[in-house]
Each structure stands twice: as structure tokens, then as C-alpha cells.
């Protein structure tokens, strides 16, 4: 017997029907289908070809041994097909019963009571699933990187007001006559013999610091600072 249904003898499962079922299992079993219960019945009395029902996350296999156990009928059920499910708890064992939508109640008696329940939460579960299927939405990148350049904007932004205000705040009071340190205004398309494409962020940054100094102190007009500015961010 393989490894793998050696976990479907934990509740009292008849070993030789386990055995068989899964001998023929490996036939029937589709694509990424994975077995997740199987239950056997156990009736009071020697029961030498029990019936037994199987769950999958793909459907409900019910199974009859026939011609003393030599062959097996398999019947499925996709989950599609189900509606409902039901346990009735009796004095020997359990019934397991489920309907369909073509509204069949298809049943199995004699399981005992452990088994029926297992069978029973694995089968809620299976119609949670179908009915509340998990989506799983990958991040797109582009909105990220969009939406990433868009706060480095804004950030360099907020970053030249606040210097702009601290550095009028600080500015003495002066009468129109007096004379400040001279200036020297650069040309927005290079710095000495350095173009803007050739300036680091930070020294692009000073250079338009420079510029609103040169607009509050009056030595350029708000159009041409307009102008130096878009220059600049063009290049940060």
C-alpha cells in the first residue's frame, strides 16, 4: 500500500477495502485531483464487500464492490453538481447523504460516526470554496512606479518650499537702497562649463535654491524663474 493513504486508516477503516480502492484509484484520479477523505462502511454484521465514498477537491466518488469483490463501480459527482450535504448520526454508525441539482439524494449508510463527520467537513469546506473562490490579484508595476514618481515630485516640492520660507524667515528686514552680496547668475543651460544633464539631484537642487533667491531678491522675474525651474526638475 503507498504512503500516502496509509492517514485514511486513522478512523477505523477497513484496511483491505482501503487497499482495493486505492489500487484503482490511480486510474481515475484527474489531473492535479487529490484525494481528501475516504470513508468505508461498517455494518453490524461481517460486511466481506463494504461500501465506501471518497472526496476529492474535484468531486465525490462513490464506490460498490460487485462479482464478490473481482470488480468495482465507481459513480461521480463534480462539485458542481452538489447542493447540499447532510449526516444523520443513528444508534450504528451514520448516513452520509448529499444532493444534487438535477435533485437526487444520493446516500451511504453504516459509517461510522467519526468518519461521517470528517467527510461531512471536508464536503462544507468543498462549497465554502465554490461559492467564495480565492483570487489571488498580482500588484501591477507600472501604476507602482508611476505613482512612485509622482511622490518624489511632490516631495521635492514640499522640500524647496519649506527651504524657501526658512530662508525668508531668517532674511533681515532691508530698505530698498541697500545693497546685498552680489549674486552671480548662472544660465539654466549649464554651470560653468558643466551642462544640467551633467549635475547631480543635490547640486541640481542648489542651483534652483539659487534661482528663487535671485526671484525674491528681485533680480529675475517670476516667468523666467518659471522657465530655470521646469529646466531644472526636467533633469532631477
Not at 120 to 131: G, S
Amino acid at each position: 500500500m503507498k504512503e500516502q493513504f496509509k492517514k485514511f486508516l486513522n478512523e477505523e477503516q477497513d484496511p483491505k477495502a482501503i487497499e482495493k480502492i486505492t489500487s484503482k484509484l490511480n486510474d481515475l484520479l484527474m489531473k492535479n485531483e487529490e484525494i481528501g477523505y475516504i470513508a468505508v462502511q461498517k455494518k453490524p454484521a461481517i460486511t466481506v464487500f463494504p461500501d465506501s465514498i471518497i472526496l476529492t477537491n474535484k468531486r465525490i466518488i462513490m464506490c460498490k464492490p460487485k462479482n464478490l469483490g473481482l470488480s468495482m463501480d465507481f459513480t461521480d459527482y463534480t462539485w458542481d453538481d452538489i447542493t447540499s450535504t447532510f449526516v444523520k448520526e443513528n444508534i450504528l454508525g451514520s448516513e452520509f447523504s448529499f444532493g444534487t441539482t438535477t435533485d437526487l439524494t444520493i446516500s451511504i449508510d453504516y459509517i461510522p460516526k467519526t468518519q461521517a463527520r470528517k467527510i461531512y467537513t471536508y464536503a462544507k469546506e468543498q462549497l465554502d470554496l465554490l461559492k467564495n473562490p480565492v483570487v489571488n490579484q498580482a500588484p501591477v508595476e507600472p501604476a507602482q512606479t508611476i505613482e512612485a514618481e509622482d511622490d518624489l515630485e511632490e516631495e521635492v516640492e514640499e522640500v524647496e518650499t519649506e527651504e524657501v520660507t526658512n530662508y525668508a524667515e531668517i532674511l533681515p528686514a532691508t530698505t530698498p537702497y541697500e545693497t546685498y552680496e552680489p549674486i552671480q547668475q548662472p544660465t539654466p543651460a549649464s554651470t560653468g562649463d558643466r551642462k544640467l544633464s551633467e549635475l547631480s539631484k543635490e547640486e541640481l537642487f542648489d542651483k534652483l535654491q539659487n534661482y528663487k533667491k535671485l526671484l525674491d531678491n528681485g533680480l529675475i522675474m517670476q516667468g523666467e524663474y518659471d522657465v530655470y525651474k521646469k529646466e531644472i526638475l526636467s533633469y532631477m
